[in-house]
């Protein structure tokens, strides 16, 4: 029963580089977000999908996109890393009504 | 301007003791509040989720209360264990929109 599987765990970046963060999930969920999550700060919405092939902005959405070809899917992609973006990253899927459930996080650090 | 505000920021306690939390709110139009528990280095998990109508929602040890009237939510402990250590999370549901407000939460840590 995996719920919902982020990688990686862990990466360092230097500034300007870009990656993927990865998030899946196996509940068949249609709605699913990534959030960052800083010291002393609520989680914070990055992008959210209400299904396949629809994505929305949620609050501080500048320097990364989404995507999402399939409903298990929802990968974040960072453009061009800014210390900024340090944080730690949360994918979380939930049905329709129902709670979040949320994956355990990557730990992002941009040098 | 919607918010959530959870206080103490940090709390130490005894084992085998009781603990409260609190959660004050300005979100408008309310839809629900949920409290989330959250181990060191995991992502945050449900404990209870309670609409405009409930007071209270258990879940074991925990008691979650309401009072919409205030805008104010408590998230009670009892008997507290070690593995009870973690940050508690209030999470308020806007109606319409499904957006989410979370409060920066409640980092507790009970010791032997």
């Known amino acids: 029963n995996a719920g919902v599987t982020q990688t990686p765990k862990f990466q360092v970046l230097k500034t300007g580089q870009s990656m993927t963060l990865q998030c899946a999930q196996d509940?068949?969920?249609?709605?699913m977000s990534w959030y960052r999550q800083d010291p002393g700060m609520g989680l914070r919405l990055i992008h959210y999908?209400?299904?396949?092939?629809?994505?929305d902005q949620g609050e501080v959405p500048n320097g990364y996109n989404v995507s999402r070809s399939t409903t298990e899917d929802f990968p974040l992609r960072l453009l061009s890393a800014a210390p900024s973006q340090t944080s730690v990253y949360f994918c979380?899927?939930?049905?329709?009504?129902?709670?979040?459930?949320f994956g355990d996080g990557t730990r992002l650090s941009i040098l | 301007k919607n918010q959530v505000e959870q206080s103490p920021q940090s709390l130490i306690i005894l084992e085998g003791k009781n603990c409260t939390l609190q959660?004050?709110?300005?979100?408008?139009?309310?839809?629900?509040l949920r409290w989330y528990k959250q181990d060191t280095g995991r992502g945050p998990v449900s404990l209870t989720i309670?609409?405009?109508?409930?007071n209270t929602k258990s879940n074991g040890r925990y008691t979650a209360t309401l009072d919409a009237d205030t805008k104010q939510s408590s998230l009670h402990i009892t008997a507290s264990q070690l593995s009870d250590s973690a940050s508690y999370i209030c999470?308020?549901?806007?109606?319409?929109?499904?957006?989410?407000?979370f409060g920066a939460g409640t980092i507790l840590r009970v010791k032997s």
């Open positions: 979380a899927s939930s049905g329709s009504g129902k709670p979040q459930h």
């Open positions: 509940m068949n969920h249609e709605y």
């Open positions: 999908s209400v299904g396949a092939g629809i994505t």
């Open positions: 959660c004050n709110y300005t979100v408008s139009p309310f839809s629900n």
């Open positions: 309670m609409t405009f109508s409930e």
């Open positions: 999470v308020v549901r806007v109606e319409y929109g499904n957006k989410l407000v």
